[in-house]
């Protein structure tokens, strides 16, 4: 039986991928900040028929973060799998954003899936064998100008990772990133949320106004992805005999990923600076091949 820890399972992709795992034979341990608040997880362990069960993992904790793998392992005596899936979403100028909103997104996407993973690498290489999953984004291939320090963060999750990769293959540990696009998940409403709050009359509104109609257009769509999707994604990551490193998630993180690569740096740079709507909407079909902006 296949042991896995999971962060961020409250909803959408960590709750999704719990029952996925769990329907295929898993026996999930499935980390939240509060478990009080974990009703949908606890309707999931009452159909789960016993492979599903709730840790209080906060993972800005480092407490918990010790207690939990102490937990798993005393009941297990090992872990397999580690999903590091927990994270927020921010979105706004370098001007205007606060320090300590920064320091929040590190804390959250990076340095704790780092002192997680620390935490259950020992285990995994002295069995020579494991799996560490990354959640990271499509952010972590490409910047736009107002999510500098979301992207930041994604980009430090995705060299972590490929250095990780290259560091833990030879005692057969896996690693593998996540990267998806807009998902149908409470994280991308809770991002809309944020932005509309931001002031219209801030100098870099634009670029705010062009993220709330992207979202709005992929979560549009006839057929948007979904946390079940990524569930599925994850679940092949741990399961194909022929792993890949990066996963792409998505028809916008399908389309941008390859996008971002044909274009130069100045190339990119120059397109996300236009200021008129109509050119920018006009420059992104002819990049991408299709208008993301629009559903």
Do not use: C
Not at 249 to 269: K, N, S, V
Request: proline letters at 4%; charged letters at 20%.
């Amino acid at each position: 039986m296949t042991v896995t820890l999971i962060t961020g399972t409250n909803s959408g992709i960590g709750l999704a991928t719990v029952i996925r795992l769990a329907g295929a034979g898993h026996q999930v341990y499935a980390g939240v900040r509060n478990p009080d608040n974990a009703q949908k997880l606890a309707a999931a362990i009452a159909q789960g028929d016993g492979r599903i069960s709730m840790l209080e993992l906060d993972v800005t904790n480092e407490t918990t973060i010790v207690d939990a793998v102490a937990q798993v392992l005393s009941i297990e005596g090992q872990v397999d799998v580690l999903i590091n899936n927990a994270g927020i979403s921010r979105g706004s100028s370098v001007e205007e954003t606060p320090l300590s909103a920064v320091k929040e997104l590190f804390e959250t996407n990076f340095f704790r899936t780092v002192r997680l993973t620390q935490e259950l690498i020992p285990g995994m290489r002295e069995r020579k064998n494991g799996t560490i999953i990354n959640m990271s984004s499509i952010d972590g291939r490409l910047a736009t100008p107002n999510n500098a320090f979301y992207a930041a963060s994604k980009f430090a999750v995705e060299a972590f990772s490929e250095s990780l990769a290259a560091q833990l293959l030879p005692f057969n540990i896996q690693v593998a990133v996540i990267e998806p696009g807009f998902i149908a998940t409470p994280i991308f409403e809770n991002t809309a949320k944020a932005e509309e709050a931001h002031d219209p009359n801030s100098p870099y509104f634009v670029y705010t106004r062009r993220f709330m109609k992207l979202i709005a257009a992929q979560l549009g769509i006839d057929t948007p992805t979904t946390a079940d999707d990524a569930a599925r994604v994850i679940e092949h990551s741990i399961s194909t005999e022929t792993p890949q490193f990066r996963y792409l998630l998505g028809q916008d993180a399908e389309l941008l990923a390859p996008a971002r690569q044909r274009l130069t740096d100045e190339e990119w740079i120059e397109f996300e600076a236009i200021d008129d709507d109509a050119l920018f909407y006009e420059a992104s079909a002819k990049w991408f091949g299709v208008d993301l902006y629009h559903s």
